[in-house]
Structures are given as C-alpha cells and as structure tokens.
C-alpha cells in the first residue's frame, strides 16, 4: 500500500570494484534477500530504514551493472518474470523484454553500442509500490567514439519488494508524469 507521500533522497555513488560481504551473502542465499526485500516492501516510504535499504540497494545495484555483475542484480532484485521497456524516447522505444535472459541479452545489445558507459543515480523518489530513480548517463559510442550525455529516469514497480516492471525515460518530466507525480 502507498504512502500518500512520496519521499525524494539523493544518491551518494561510488564504484566498487568487487561484490561487498553482504552482497555475497545474498548471492549465495537468494531467499534471505527476498524475504527481508519483502519486509522492507511493508515498511511506509517515511521510515528512515527503508529510505537508507533502498538507497543502498540502489546504489549497490548500479555499481554491480558497472562492474558487470548484472546477472547477481537480477537474481537479487527482479521477478524471474520482470517486464522490462524499452526507454521512451529512446533507441529501444516500443521493446519489451520479460524475464532475466531476455533483459540480459537486451543489456548486452546495450553495451555492444557504448564502447563506455557510465550510469551514476542521483536521485530516488519512493512512492511505496514504484521507485524513481534519476540518473546521469555518459556514454562514448564503440565505432563514432562520439560522447553522450544525458539526465534520464527509471520506475520500478515493486511486488513484495522485488521489482516487477521496469519503465525508463529520457525525459524526467514525462517519468513523473507516468508515476503519477508532477514536478
């Protein structure tokens, strides 16, 4: 259930070359993950524990896919059966990619174009059921070496604390918009 007001935190960032204990843990015993996702899931987005989990959870989640380790991500905190999109507004607008592999060979697709690629959260908004996540974006392409920059989001839509459905935009306005909140 959906605390009636959603609550904004900003991000602190920071690569990590290698898995953390805890993210050891949860690679090895999955179900742990889940069941405390699940608990979390419960807890109103105003609870300064959930905001700090989440907000871990975010950032450990994108310094895993920096250091290609997407497939713990998935395991840990995706639905076997996730409903990924393409980006509105994007090269992948209109794709719909379900399940680990398909989202998997989409990122592979993805990263066969950036010769790097450097995505950094900024900043999360819960709602209860859906996180925001905005995101600062550099990426070089492989054959122009032309360098992107870019500010886009991404809605997560959550189920028992394990994301459901993955919405992304180019323009953070129009994420809001589609959350359900305007700016």
Same mark, same amino acid.
């Given at each position: 259930?959906?605390?009636?007001?959603?609550?904004?935190?900003?991000?602190?960032?920071?690569?990590?070359?290698?898995?953390?204990?805890?993210?050891?843990?949860?690679?090895?015993?999955?179900?742990?993950?889940?069941?405390?996702?699940?608990?979390?899931?419960?807890?109103?987005? $105003?609870? !300064?524990?959930?905001?700090?989990?989440?907000? *871990?959870?975010?950032?450990?989640? &994108? @310094?895993?896919?920096? %250091?290609? +380790?997407?497939?713990?991500?998935?395991?840990?905190?995706?639905?076997?059966?996730?409903?990924?999109?393409?980006?509105?507004?994007?090269?992948?607008?209109? $794709?719909? !990619?379900?399940?680990?592999?398909?989202?998997? *060979?989409?990122?592979?697709?993805? &990263? @066969?174009?950036?010769? %790097?690629? +450097?995505?950094?959260?900024?900043?999360?908004?819960?709602?209860?059921?859906?996180?925001?996540?905005?995101?600062?974006?550099?990426?070089?392409?492989?054959? $122009?070496?032309?360098?992107?920059?870019?500010?886009?989001?991404?809605?997560?839509?959550?189920?028992?604390?394990?994301?459901? %459905?993955?919405?992304?935009?180019?323009?953070?306005?129009?994420?809001?918009?589609?959350?359900?909140?305007?700016?």
């Amino acid at each position: 259930m959906a605390d009636p007001t959603p609550v904004r935190q900003k991000i602190r960032f920071r690569d990590r070359p290698h898995r953390s204990l805890d993210e050891r843990i949860t690679a090895r015993f999955p179900a742990i993950a889940r069941y405390t996702a699940a608990r979390v899931a419960r807890m109103p987005p $105003s609870s !300064r524990l959930r905001q700090r989990l989440l907000a *871990r959870s975010v950032s450990r989640g &994108f @310094a895993a896919i920096k %250091r290609g +380790d997407l497939e713990f991500v998935l395991t840990a905190f995706y639905d076997p059966d996730v409903e990924w999109h393409g980006t509105v507004g994007g090269l992948d607008e209109g $794709s719909l !990619r379900r399940g680990h592999q398909e989202v998997m *060979r989409g990122f592979d697709d993805y &990263f @066969a174009v950036w010769e %790097r690629l +450097d995505l950094r959260p900024e900043e999360i908004i819960d709602t209860g059921d859906q996180l925001i996540v905005f995101v600062h974006e550099v990426a070089r392409g492989r054959e $122009s070496g032309i360098v992107v920059e870019t500010d886009t989001a991404t809605i997560s839509t959550f189920r028992e604390g394990i994301v459901v %459905r993955v919405r992304s935009f180019m323009d953070r306005s129009q994420a809001l918009k589609a959350a359900g909140l305007w700016e």
